[in-house]
């Protein structure tokens, strides 16, 4: 085992980690934990490991693992054979131990003999199975929660930096959307379209592509189709909901629909009552403003023409370092957004022949809301 104070070596990050990552969020994160009354937060690879450090880890069966107890110093136990990329990530500025292990040791002895016997840990939510039964093992008397009780609470409210990361991710993918048109043609597949559409994210500056929605005539219809070989056709509608991580690590999402040739009528119909639907939706966000009353404004208004049975899902979802976090856009969740809260607003209408959704980010500011995709929401023909 060799322990290291987290000297700096290797790559430099691809952006500007101390205004993403700043030293005092391990403070704050420790405080959490304290005011939690949580003996220990144990973070292994994934979002919050990422957003406490900056350290994009590898999931693998080897631990990675930032522990930060109640009391005492914080540290990071990386495998032997990470270290070197753990030094070169932000996590290296933090001044956090990084304590590396061989393949012959046991990285759950090395946390046992330094936390002892906490009486209850916080676990990352994505920890994997494998991980979490030898915890359980290891600490056999402690309580075991959600890392997300100590850290959703930090991580819904963005910084300046974070929501100026999700306004380029957002740009990123609008660059996207404008060129999309261009490989909706008949003849096509939709597989076909979107293996263009994956290029393109990361031509326009995505780290890694998350998701492509390429649903045309009735797979428009299922909000979560992705693509299939079906042969696109004149006169078919066309979801596009696309999506990927930036070198940031910050996260876009948007969807635009698209009709090749002219649409039927009736849905040009529901078409203008979802513009309307989401684009009151967007301006009813802003502080104070409880996440179910931005749903309830667009589901109102479906509803209100008729279409209600067939807006089957939540309004949106937060993001930021996921493309699926707090807060959630959805009846029943009374948070009050506050400013730095980031989140999509995305109503659909799926009768079935076809179907549409429009979605945009918007973050909660000091007075009001700002939208982060800034393409077009009318009804693009190609």
């Known amino acids: 085992m060799t322990t290291d104070p987290g000297g700096s070596q290797g790559g430099i990050p691809p952006w500007p980690a101390p205004a993403l990552y700043p030293a005092g969020r391990l403070r704050a994160v420790a405080e959490a934990v304290r005011g939690k009354g949580i003996g220990a937060l144990l973070l292994t690879p994934g979002p919050d490991l990422r957003y406490v450090t900056g350290y994009d880890a590898k999931q693998l069966e080897r631990l990675t693992c930032l522990v930060i107890p109640a009391e005492g110093d914080p540290f990071l136990l990386v495998p032997q054979l990470e270290l070197k990329a753990a030094q070169a990530s932000p996590a290296s500025g933090l001044g956090v131990e990084m304590v590396s292990w061989g393949e012959t040791t046991s990285p759950f002895g090395i946390i046992k003999n330094r936390l002892r016997r906490p009486e209850s840990v916080a676990l990352s939510d994505r920890m994997w199975a494998l991980h979490v039964l030898q915890f359980a093992g290891i600490f056999p008397g402690a309580e075991q929660h959600l890392a997300s009780e100590v850290l959703s609470p930090l991580r819904v409210r963005k910084s300046a930096a974070e929501v100026q990361a999700l306004r380029e991710a957002g740009q990123a993918i609008d660059r996207v959307h404008a060129r999309v048109p261009q490989w909706l043609r008949p003849g096509t597949t ?193």
């Open 190 to 382: 939709e597989r076909q379209a979107g293996v263009k559409i994956a290029e393109a994210i990361l031509g326009e500056g995505h780290a890694t592509v998350d998701f492509v929605i390429v649903g045309s005539g009735p797979n428009a219809a299922s909000p979560h189709h992705e693509v299939s070989d079906r042969v696109m056709q004149q006169g078919d509608v066309v979801v596009v909901d696309i999506g990927g991580t930036m070198p940031s690590g910050y996260c876009s999402d948007c969807t635009r629909t698209y009709a090749i040739g002219e649409p039927p009528a009736d849905f040009t119909k529901y078409y203008a009552v979802l513009k309307d639907a989401q684009d009151q939706a967007c301006d009813a966000a802003g502080p104070g403003v409880q996440a179910q009353e931005v749903d309830r404004v667009a589901r109102g208004i479906i509803a209100a023409a008729g279409y209600g049975d067939w807006f089957i899902h939540r309004t949106g979802h937060g993001i930021g370092l996921e493309s699926h976090e707090d807060p959630y856009i959805v009846e029943g969740n009374v948070t009050e957004l506050e400013p730095g809260m980031a989140f999509s607003v995305e109503p659909g209408i799926y009768p079935g022949p076809h179907g549409a959704r429009i979605e945009d980010i918007v973050v909660c500011t000091e007075t009001g809301r700002e939208r982060l995709n800034n393409a077009p929401t009318d009804l693009v023909i190609v």
